[in-house]
């Protein structure tokens, strides 16, 4: 069932190592670069019990609609109203704060007859786990990537823990070795840890094809995160950074002995390969559709800034609108269509179309730098240059601010230096570049979005048009 705030902060109060800034932090929860993450989490935990549209009934208990293995249109329309009525009442875009990982899981639903395989335990410990997310309500991320180090060797041919690998069995489970980036990590719940694709050659069996769930309170774990943006500058001048900041770790996993019962698959190399082609099959909504708020924001800020310049009217600033209006709307567009297109999958699920919600993930993802471009040029060159709240709030540097940045008597001088500052922790600040360069690679690198249109984009439809259209004989389908 459905947990409160407080019940998740004292979940994470459980003397985990977290180091941050080369201090080892007693208590994320309270902590000025983790509380305000840490809170917004706690939030979401906390409208689930103001808001039925959050939730769901089964068994007579209520149930976090995000964890929901969704089986019809309506189960996808129902989680994407959720996670709008989330962003909407944080004020901003959260990312990994579980339903966007959970998806996930459940692809490997989908890969069941590949699991079973290897063992036919790993298939039933996916479904143990998908149906614990279900019930308990665990905040669940996901652990990325390794350090990889040289990616022209072998990983037998170098430091072999800069890909988590396992290093011996017990009658207990398995002992592993490594490390992850992974958001979040330090104040969630588990992780579901995910394979990188390895220099593998013909192998079938590899120590490093491995995949399963860590508690994130076990023995062995350290968490080093990197330095955070909240607290750094004043929460009036840096609006976003200082309540959205999602904390990236490097997850040091120094001999974890993980369970059995919590392996998911683990020395199949062709399990591995099929599991990560396929990871994002349902878990590419959730991260598009935060674009799409992101797009919102962009526009926002920059229709609210012309506004108050007078420049709304003009033939160029309508066009630029309506550049940032396109985007929005073609990121939309992928989303409706794919759930409107969704289909059956293996694992018994409804499936979003994945060409359709691949090739929004790639129009979110690439044209996401221009948008912001555009959005800056909207915003004037005063989101760069404005001076800092202690300035506006200073007597005598005060009433010149007040006189300069006052527009009409709709527009005071205090307004305006809100927009202007919202505006450059958008798009200009030290966390506008961070969030930037995560949301290209936060589900893994442009040319594996691409690879992922690739192998799910219906070649033949083309392919029979023009073979009839030009004539061409039927040996040329092979």
């Not at 289909?343 to 948008?371: F, H, I, N, W």
């Not at 230096?417 to 958008?426: C, E, I, P, S």
Request: glycine share 6%; hydrophobic share 40%.
């Amino acid at each position: 069932m459905i947990r409160t705030g407080d019940e998740y902060r004292e979940s994470i109060r459980d003397g985990r190592e977290v180091w941050i800034n080369g201090e080892r932090v007693t208590d994320v929860t309270t902590h000025p670069m983790f509380k305000p993450i840490v809170d917004v989490r706690a939030r979401i935990y906390d409208l689930q019990h103001e808001n039925d549209l959050l939730t769901y009934e089964e068994n007579g208990e209520r149930n976090a609609i995000s964890y929901k293995p969704p089986r019809t249109q309506a189960d996808w329309q129902a989680k994407r109203a959720a996670t709008d009525i989330v962003l909407d009442d944080a004020g901003g875009v959260v990312t990994r704060v579980g339903d966007e990982t959970i998806g996930e899981m459940w692809s490997l639903l989908d890969g069941q007859d590949v699991l079973n395989q290897i063992d036919p335990t790993y298939a039933e410990n996916v479904r143990r786990h998908i149906e614990r997310a279900c019930y308990a309500d665990p905040f669940h991320v996901s652990a990325n990537t390794d350090p990889k180090g040289d990616r022209s060797k072998r990983p037998q041919d170098q430091d072999p823990d800069m890909l988590l690998h396992v290093v011996r069995e017990t009658d207990h489970g398995i002992v592993v070795r490594g490390a992850k980036y992974e958001t979040a990590a330090a104040y969630s719940n588990q992780a579901f840890v995910k394979p990188t694709i390895a220099n593998w050659g013909d192998d079938k069996l590899s120590d490093y094809a491995l995949g399963f769930i860590v508690e994130m309170g076990q023995r062995g774990l350290k968490y080093i995160c990197r330095t955070g943006f909240a607290g750094r500058a004043s929460a009036e001048d840096y609006p976003l950074s200082n309540r959205f900041d999602e904390v990236d770790t490097l997850v040091i996993f120094d001999d974890v002995e993980i369970p059995w019962e919590n392996v998911l698959f683990y020395r199949h190399t062709a399990a591995a390969t099929f599991i990560r082609a396929t990871l994002h099959r349902y878990s590419a909504f959730a991260f598009v559709q935060r674009m799409q708020k992101y797009a919102d924001m962009m526009i926002g800020t920059a229709l609210w800034n012309v506004r108050q310049t007078g420049l709304e009217r003009q033939q160029a600033v309508q066009e630029k609108l309506a550049q940032l209006a396109c985007y929005r709307e073609g990121i939309n567009a992928h989303l409706t269509a794919s759930i409107a297109a969704a289909k059956e999958s293996p694992g018994g699920l409804l499936m979003p179309d994945p060409s359709l919600l691949y090739t929004g993930r790639v129009l979110a993802c690439t044209q996401l730098p221009a948008m912001m471009h555009i959005a800056r040029e909207l915003c004037g060159g005063q989101i760069c240059i404005t001076p800092d709240v202690a300035s506006f709030r200073e007597p005598e540097t005060g009433k010149w601010l007040e006189k300069y940045y006052s527009i009409n008597d709709n527009w005071a001088a205090e307004d305006r230096r809100r927009l202007l500052a919202y505006g450059r922790d958008l798009l200009n600040s030290d966390y506008a570049g961070h969030r930037l360069t995560f949301q290209l690679f936060a589900q893994s690198p442009p040319f594996a979005h691409l690879g992922a249109v690739y192998r799910n984009f219906d070649w033949d439809q083309a392919l029979s048009f023009v073979k009839d259209s030009a004539g061409l004989s039927d040996e040329v389908l092979g």
